[in-house]
């Protein structure tokens, strides 16, 4: 069966902290990964990842996908308040999205 | 340019009873999918429409059906509703032929709440 993990659950840190969030997956007929944030209902969209090895950035955030040991990494840099939200990962397959349970992030002042 | 529109925000339900959801893909957009998001969880594939056909289909009983509009709109239908179908329904617009998924649009969701 096709699952995506998300690591951690939950994590709090204080403002200015650097956070990792993790995703590991085994799905069959991989298309894509992506990344999303959720703050209260519409997850919006950050970044997709097709090909080993290269990294995606975007201001503070960035992330990489490695399709030999089959996971992805979020990367933020210098975190503000406003990113207290839902980290959610999705990979594509079959014309569908496959989610994870998502890490919820925590900045404290 | 308007995003993904989804109506209703929220809807309160009855057990047995039945509730249509609508959804408007961004301008441009020909294949929608929707998807079940409970709380605390990630969303869960219901299906996705593209040229008023469904294309796929995740794990969900027959009670979830949908339908694809000529303009791309869409709507998913519950029967039957279940004290567990109780979530936040989002619907999700891309572009594209294959099966790659694109980067997909979400709405902002009906939350759907069954008593």
């Known amino acids: 069966e096709d699952k995506v993990v998300q690591s951690p659950l939950s994590l709090v840190v204080h403002e200015g902290d650097t956070v990792t969030l993790n995703c590991s997956y085994e799905v069959t007929n991989f298309r894509s990964l992506l990344w999303y944030k959720q703050e209260k209902k519409a997850p919006t969209f950050l970044f997709m990842l097709t090909s080993s090895g290269i990294e995606k950035k975007s201001g503070r955030l960035s992330s990489i996908l490695d399709k030999k040991e089959l996971f992805s990494i979020l990367n933020i840099t210098a975190t503000q308040t406003g990113d207290s939200a839902v980290y959610l990962c999705?990979?594509?397959?079959?014309?569908?999205?496959?989610w994870g349970a998502g890490t919820k992030l925590i900045i404290k002042p | 340019d308007a995003g993904v529109t989804q109506s209703p925000t929220h809807l309160i339900k009855t057990r047995g009873q039945q509730v249509t959801l609508r959804c408007s893909p961004k301008?441009?957009?020909?294949?929608v999918s929707w998807y079940q998001q409970a709380l605390g969880q990630g969303p869960q594939f219901i299906f996705q429409?593209?040229?008023?056909?469904?294309?796929q289909r995740g794990n969900f009983p027959d009670r979830f059906s949908g339908h694809q509009f000529p303009n791309y709109s869409s709507e998913l239908n519950v029967n039957a509703l279940l004290l567990g179908d109780s979530a936040l329904y989002l619907c999700a617009s891309s572009l594209g032929t294959g099966p790659e998924p694109l980067e997909a649009f979400f709405g902002q969701g009906t939350r759907l709440t069954v008593v």
């Open positions: 429409y593209y040229e008023e056909e469904e294309r």
């Open positions: 301008s441009g957009h020909d294949t």
């Open positions: 999705a990979v594509g397959s079959n014309y569908q999205l496959i």
